[in-house]
């Protein structure tokens, strides 16, 4: 198992779900930190905690990766030269919008979704990448989804946006090819956030429709993965992993028990 003891961990959207957990499970193995999110005062609020598992160091940057000049800024110019060496990039930052017809659908929603899970991840990916390039060494774990796998019905565009993250998973390892960084996007299904009730914008009721009568996966089950995907020998790299709760097949077929 390759050891990430001291090595510095960068997460995007980690004030909760599963940035939150893959926090704290690399934590767990006594990594350094660097935590990215809009809500700084969540980050500060979870540093003790972090420490307390385990964590070498944690460094909170407030970050929307929508802005490309501060992903520039923050993760280039502006980062801290002893925070410079990267080990492992896990591009988590991601939402959906709305879940309706294509052509009744708000722009806004469309914007949102592009400008995050695709945009934020290229502009993040496009800063650091370089750095490992340089030093022959690190990791890129991209968040995908069974969404990119499988279109449903009134989610055209968050579909599109989490096969096009797959796509740039698979192109990125390509153009790695000659590096021994490695590249790998981990797919999950239904897994129990805030993701729900971010679509639905706050609708809770809503949102709890989605996993009734069901057993989702939780964040930590993800994080589990990401943290073994990691910490494969460096000679190893895992190019995708779909996972999913027992309950669900694929984006369309559940159990849902009565």
């Not at 899970?117 to 800063?127: A, P, S, W």
């Not at 009734?212 to 930590?220: D, F, K, M, V, Y």
């Amino acid at each position: 198992m390759l050891s990430l003891r001291g090595k510095i961990v960068l997460i995007t959207g980690a004030t909760s779900g599963i940035g939150r957990a893959t926090a704290f499970a690399f934590a767990a193995l006594g990594a350094k930190l660097i935590l990215c999110a809009r809500r700084l005062e969540v980050l500060t609020e979870l540093t003790p905690q972090l420490l307390e598992a385990g964590a070498e160091d944690v460094l909170n940057i407030k970050l929307d990766v929508q802005d490309r000049a501060a992903v520039e800024a923050e993760l280039g110019a502006d980062l801290d030269p002893e925070w410079q060496e990267i080990a492992v990039l896990v591009n988590n930052a991601g939402l959906s919008r709305g879940l309706t017809k294509l052509w009744e659908d708000d722009v806004q929603n469309w914007e949102e979704m592009i400008d995050t899970n695709i945009k934020g991840l290229l502009y993040v990916t496009r800063t650091v990448v370089p750095g490992m390039v340089a030093r022959g060494a690190g990791h890129v774990i991209n968040l995908g989804s069974t969404a990119g796998h499988e279109t449903y019905a009134n989610g055209a565009v968050y579909c599109a946006t989490k096969a096009a993250e797959l796509a740039i998973t698979e192109g990125l390892l390509i153009d790695l090819i000659a590096s021994p960084v490695r590249a790998t996007s981990i797919d999950p299904g239904m897994t129990e956030t805030s993701f729900a009730e971010v679509r639905f914008r706050g609708n809770k009721e809503r949102a709890a429709q989605v996993y009734a009568n069901i057993t989702p996966l939780q964040p930590e089950d993800v994080a589990d993965t990401i943290v073994w995907v990691a910490t494969r020998p460096a000679h190893v790299n895992i190019h995708d992993i779909v996972m999913t709760t027992v309950d669900q097949a694929n984006s369309t077929v559940f159990n849902r028990h009565s």
